[in-house]
């Protein structure tokens, strides 16, 4: 490993830390007008450093580098690490980031420093949930996360952000219930609660001394995270969550964070601990078919901007776990993809509703209209960003949707797969629906002098947009190149 | 490419250098088209174009006759649906006779419709359909003649829109019924294609009555019969002759279609299929003729206005040739073919002169005008020749082809031979009506018409009623001449020529004749006037019903089939709107609704969030126990 | 004799968590709260693990119990939550029942299928002190307690800091 | 082959193209209309020029090999040349006939970028030898169609874009599993790597589903005649050119070129297109609203493209192109007449509307051609092609089948007659009525033409078709 | 048989039912945070248990240790939502928490 490399990999540890304490070590004047720039430095250099990591790990044959942050760590330490799909998470959770501080200068007023400081430590979870080899540093920096997003959510005191943050901490607390106890279980059998071990633990778990304690201890597990993942019928939450949350906050929340500490983990569950627990994949199914189907059905009749995406993100969830519950290589790559694309399209989706929020101040759709002509750069971001969520070629929802249905077809899952992309037609139809009321529809009164939102806002939803129409354009090299990895 | 190219520069030119059958289609219509192209004021030129056009024509078709045989083909497209043509003696002289009455006619319009607005569109109308039928007869391949049949269809609808064009229903009428008949006789091609394995005609030749054979006769008879105009399909003829300029009716109605259908009929009953005298199929197609005969003479009787009188007339006819031809006996085919040729000439003139008292009268309402035979005596003696013609007054043609279909009803059937006496009778009839009420009788015109202005009309118009007339009285008196035209048709050895030899009929005929003059008579005392003399039969106890239902157009074919259509349309419409239903509102309420059964799910209590929660795990807690 | 002292300490933890859902006042809950957190102290204490058990007492027993009490004192003055107080104790009726009965079911289900988990031989334990453990190899851990703490202090800036209104 | 580079201009130049329009319309909207028009030309010209190496030195392709058995690949063989130049035709006239039509409304600029970008949809779909690609235009094009059929952005436009997409969509989505059906059977998406197969019937079912709600057939058909509230050039380019084309073109492109239609469904979709093609018709007669009443003619018309198709007769099939062919020429026509009408009277009504031929001669001719065509009668082109697919149901040995389509040709006289008669011929209801701009009476005149020279120079096309018929080896 | 083992087991599950019990039954904010360390306590004693089981106390210790101060963080968190919501509302009743719903 380089040099160069190692300082990189450093960064993604330290470079908010260190945003951290400049933020709170500056001048609160100063403080409070840089802050932001702050945490879009940080999602950009977030970004470069993937990017870079990427680069060095491919030019050197490597599929992963492990690195420790402060001090070297002895034998059977919980390390950090990188791969591929964690870059390519924590290239997401940077690029979500940068998008959410973009958002946040017209959007939080004097909340800025505050939203500064938990935003750098949201991120620093997020970044160490991706980083992790041990399900308890796992769990770790999942409370981070979750704290960091509980009172990010209730920022804004006067809203319902504390209803939607104590709900979402109450689910939250259940699931680390659920979670903990299940490693209890897990670590009763392996005697360590590192990635690889508990594998090795789980390999013939059928002929384990007390096989009962291994299931109970990836049910709970299961459980723990599907909750956390916003899994239908675990999901309660997770509108209320997202509606609540002050714009900015719901656009890394939606965007990235649920994603981060739910899916994410019960991704590298399947693909790194419960490889060879086909039971675990098939209750994930089951949860995956159940979330798509009326995650989506649900989404449609919603009256809120924010709440449609909150349930479109249950629906989009499915289909990730979908392919991950494969548990083949197409499946996983496809879930994987599938994870980068909603995270970019989902985050366009908010920054779109928090464009409209701050154009008309309202999410409520039946009291919009008309918006294209006048926010034409939301409106086709938001359109293309749906056309992305629907599964509608060539953009790059539809190809790693392709890729999910393909491995779940493969895999002998005929009926759930033909079921998980027709269900694409609800997708559909809360798309249109919102559409006719939001933007397509006829301009209704009040909302004549309405402007595109400027700035960040505007730059974030065009760089989303290029991102999802460039993605699936492109999506045929990334084939290619997958292929000459040998993975598909 | 190059290929295709060059395929349609033959296909332009007539394959081989310039063809005499391609001519025949060809030159009316660049004929039409350059008449159309010159100023719309310059009469004189686009008639003298015109006529040059029936003219060059007619040349053709003389050559043609005399040739008796020749054939041209051009590839169309592959599949053998070729542009396929071929002259036979058959062909030849319907050719011949199309082309005789084209110019005929054209004279006499050129007269007719000087004056006239959109003359021009009338000439271009005439000479398409020239070239439409035309290319009918000369087709060798039954998508072809499709083809060109099926085009009648384009210029009888513009004719008809001549007219008033305020008032379409006529000729939306027109082409319902045409159309109708024409897309059956698209199936009977394709059906006889499919039969027969090829769409050549030549190679199809005496096919069986059986399998596709049943529907491909069937469909191609009512193609025929349809443009014949025959029942069913008979009934835009009467409005069309309110609605449409009258030459047309002289030609279209009473000649080319009347020529085009019997020469189908001919060649799907004696080339295409066998027809076995005796047989379902014949019985079928006499007894259509039979019908047409009894019923289209009924409603003619009782016409007050003469070009409705005629037109029904003229349906009637068809029924005997349709009844000739049906017997499937060879003085049965010829006695049809014989009547058609006597039929086209004489109806042809009782249309003209009916066109020259309009001309003058600007009516032919029976009930406005009356004893015009002082005033236009050359019209009126046209008239009586044809009229004398058509109720089978001997030595006039009508009553030897007419002989010569008794003779094979009888044989075929007494009631096919009743029911031809009784169209006879009633024939006679309403010609003595009409006759006694226009043009004898005292003098009466419509308001506003001076007597002094009423008189004769010009030469041009009355050139081809005299001719016409001179010709029922010759093809009479001299029937050898057409019958030697049309025997050999029907096979080698047959001479029907000369009086007929069964007299029983003859005097039989002649006896209802007699009977019908008395009836007139009889009428006429009754009411006191040749317009009412069938008065006592239009109120006959029981016709009386039957007439009122029918001047009430119940027993249009049209208007029946046009509610049955309405009715069916509803239906479809019903079924269309409820698979709406299922679209617009059954899916979007169903969806919705579950849709807001799961958004009770989360009714916004925490409490009910770990509920489900709950639930959640216990099921998968339930679910693994059956996994594992 | 561990074993009595744990299963007299477990019998002690369930009973307190009872009360702690039973009884009416918040502020017995919290207390019996901590009553757990003592016993379960003594329990890790048992277990070896000395310090868990320090950090036990210290903060859940201590720090946890003081934010309670000064969240209770802070939310209390309401007269409303007496109301709903009034039908605690029938929402909760049940649970002992319900505990006894799974605590019963359980157990059976336990002896029935002969369920035994052995403790380790002294060979098999690992020689290693909490703070090489600790320190060697929970690096992560380390740096989320500190994220954690961090995460607290700003949530405390922000949930706590409105004096306006108070 | 020198063909390659016009085989991807042909796809790529309206595809890409579009998404400058917006770029022109903000420097001049003349040159934004032009360059549409030339985008869509440009794919004309292109396809009509491979027309000649498709016909004689074999296909064209164009083909990247990719993992999991997708491929981007194009293949220029006749039919899809003759394919994409009807289309291309059409929607070149349908372009300049917008220029007068649309030039009074807002989001022009979307407007030609969607009919452009549907064109190129079209276009892509045409040459694509991927079923992935396949549904990729697909999909484009339904998208297009949404934003094109809620031009007007009023509530019930927009729910009816909204229909039209879901029902796509939804019919696509289906065919899509059936493709995925296809790819577990055969491991590829590539066309050309499973020439000949039978597919397994439940598959075929999934793929009906979503031809027959491209194609608006029975009963996924009832957003076609929705859709009418579209501007005219759009309905006309739905229902000529691009979308309803689409459907009946991938049944052909799977089920003559690729796949082995089996016994039952050559009876089946006969069928299934016959019901549609009489309940259509019937319900053109008891509408009144004229381009609901041509919609409903376009879905009956269908029927008949597919009967044609799905016979497995070799007549039926060159029938059913040829009927493409003929429709996209008159129906093309038809609406365009509509929007003149539509525009002149500033109704849809019939009811509403009497005596125009007067005072939109032009516009009462062509649409007379037009009808005439559709209805199938000579010398117009539609003739040809309606008894080829006729005589196919015989040659099949369905003489029922072919009854009950005759039928539906009868109606087809009907109901079109009833909109001529009502709209122009009667009394005269408005005066104060004018001809619509030289552009859009120029543009159904050349579609009035076209129909009539279809028919008389008819050896042209069937040539062509023949050549296609031929040349799938299977006859 | 092995007393200590099913009694450590048992009370832990009657222990994380009660805290669930806890949760939904009652309409207390506060007392919900209650219920969550009751709970915790009994993940805490399984983990400290699963590491005395397999001579991994140290370890264990480390989680426990670990685990203790992230239950203190989000107990003042929660403890800190709960008073925002009451200088909010008035009160801490959770069925008073129902704005967002559907």
Known sequence: MSAGMEFVLLTFMGLPLLMVLLNNLLKKEIAQKICLSLGIIAGIVQMAAAVFVFASLKAAGQTEADFSQFWDLGVGASRFSVDFFSLLVLFCIGMVITAGFLTAGKTLGDKKFNFTNLAMILLLGMNGIALVTDLFSLYVFLEITGVASFVMISLNKEGDGIEGAFKYLVMSAIATVFILGGLAFLFMQSGSLQYGDVAAALSDWQYAEQPALLIAGFVLVLVGFSIKSGVMPFHGWLPDAYQSAPAAVSVILGGIVTKMAGVYALLRLTADIFVNVPVFNQILMLLAIVSIVLGAVAAITQTDFKRILAYSSISQIGYILLGASCGSAVGLIGAMLHFFNHATFKTTLFVNSAAVEIATGTTEIEKLGGLQEKMPVTGVSSILAFLSTAGIPPLAGFWSKLLIIIAAWQTGNVFIAGLALFASIFTAAYFLRLQRCVFFGPAVEGLEDTKEVTGGVCLSSLALSAITVGFGLLFPALLLFLQGQGLI | MGAMFGNMAAFMTGGSGVNLLWLMVVLPVALAVLAVAIPRHAFAARSACFLAATLADLLLAIALFIAKEGSMLLRWTDFEINLAFRVDPFSGAVLLALGIFAVLVAIYSVAFLRRKEKYGQFYCYYLLTLAMANGAVLADNLVVLLFFWEGLMVTLFGMLLIGDRQKPATAVKALVLNGIADLLLMLGVAATAAHAGTFMMEGISQLPIEGLGVLGFVCMMAGAVGKAGAMPFHSWIPDAADAAPLPFMAILPAAFEKILGIYLLVRITFQFYQMVPGSVMSIVVMAIGAITIVLANSMALIQKDIKRLLSYSTISQVGYMILGIGTALPVGIIGGLFHLINHVMYKCCLFLTAGSVEKQTGSTDMRYISGLGKLMPVTTVCFLTAALSISGVPPFSGFFSKELVFDAALESGMIFYIAAVLGAFLTAASFLKLGHAAYFGPLRLPEGVKTEDVKEVPGAMLLPMGILALGCLIFGVFNALPLSVIQPIAGEGYDFSGWPDNWTLVAISCAVLLLAVGNHLFGYRRTGEGLKAADHIRYAPALRTVYDCAEKRYFDPYDIIMQLIKGFAWICYGIDRAINWVYDVFAVDFVSGLSSRLRLMNNGSVGRYMAWSFLGVGFIVLLCLFLV | MTTFIIVLCLVVMVGFAISAAMLRSMLKSAVSLAAMSAALAVILYMMGAIWAALFELSVCVGLITVVFISAISLTTPDRRDEAHAADHRRRFAALPFILIALGAAIIAVLVYTGFSLPLPGEEAVAEATFNQVFWQTRQADILGQILMLLAGAFAVVVLFKEGKKI | ?475 | MNVLSIAILTAALLLIVTGLYMLVRTYNMIRIIIAVEVAMKAITLLLAYAGWLNGQTALSQAFVVTIIVMEVVVAVVAAGLAISSFRKNGDVDIRRLNKLNG
């Open chain 4, 1 to 475: 082959m020198e063909g390659q580079g016009l085989l991807l201009a042909c796809i790529f130049t309206p595809l890409a193209g579009a998404f400058l329009l917006p770029i022109f319309g903000r420097i001049h909207v003349g040159l934004r209309n032009i360059m549409s028009l030339l985008f869509v030309l440009t794919a004309f010209l292109c396809s009509a020029m491979l027309l000649s190496p498709a016909l004689s030195q074999g296909p064209v392709s164009v083909y990247w090999q990719l993992p999991l058995g997708l491929s981007i690949g194009f293949l220029a063989d006749a039919l899809a040349v003759f394919m994409a130049a009807t289309s291309s035709l059409v929607a070149s006239i349908i372009v300049f006939y917008s220029f007068g039509y649309i030039e009074r409304y807002k989001n022009q600029n979307e407007y030609y970028l969607m009919v452009t970008l549907f064109l190129g949809a079209m276009m892509g779909l045409v040459f694509s030898t991927n079923l992935i690609c396949i549904y990729m235009f697909w999909e484009i094009s339904a998208i297009c169609c949404w934003r094109l059929i809620g031009f007007y952005r009023e509530e019930p436009v927009v729910r009816r874009a909204n229909k039209a997409f879901m029902v796509t969509v939804g019919g696509a989505l289906l065919m899509l599993v059936g493709f995925i059906g296809i790819y577990g059977e055969t491991g590829t998406f590539d066309l050309l790597q499973m020439q000949g197969q039978t597919v397994a019937n439940w598959v075929m079912v999934l793929i009906l589903f979503g031809i027959l709600s491209k194609s608006a057939t029975l009963p996924l058909h009832t957003w076609l005649p929705d859709a009418g509230v579209a501007p005219s050039p759009v309905t006309s380019l739905l229902h000529a050119a691009v979308l309803v084309k689409i459907g009946v073109y991938v049944f052909a492109r799977l089920f003559l070129v690729n796949f082995q239609l089996e016994a039952i469904w050559e009876t089946v979709v006969p069928w299934i297109a016959a019901v549609s093609a009489l309940v259509s018709a019937g319900a053109a007669l008891v509408e009144n609203d004229i381009k609901r009443i041509i919609a409903y003619s376009t879905i009956s018309q269908l029927a008949f493209i597919l009967l044609g198709l799905s016979t497995g007769t070799m007549i039926g099939a060159a029938g059913g192109l040829l009927y493409i062919l003929m429709h996209s020429l008159a129906k093309g026509g038809l609406f365009l007449c509509a929007g003149i009408v539509e525009h002149s009277v500033h109704t849809k009504d019939i009811r509403q509307m009497g005596g125009l031929a007067k005072r939109l001669p032009v516009t009462a001719v062509s649409f007379l051609f037009c009808a005439f065509s559709v209805m199938g009668i000579p010398p117009f082109g539609g003739f040809f092609a309606k008894f080829m697919v006729i005589d196919s149901a015989l040659v099949g040995g369905t003489p029922l089948l072919a009854g009950t389509y005759i039928f539906g040709a009868a109606l087809t006289v009907v109901y079109l007659l009833r909109v001529f008669v009502k709209v122009f011929l009667g009394d005269a209801t408005h005066t104060d009525v004018k001809e619509g701009t030289w552009e859009m009476v120029g543009s159904v005149a050349i579609l009035g033409v076209l129909s009539l020279l279809g028919g008389i120079f008819i050896n042209l096309p069937t040539q062509l078709t023949s050549f296609i018929v031929e040349n799938l080896g299977r006859w």
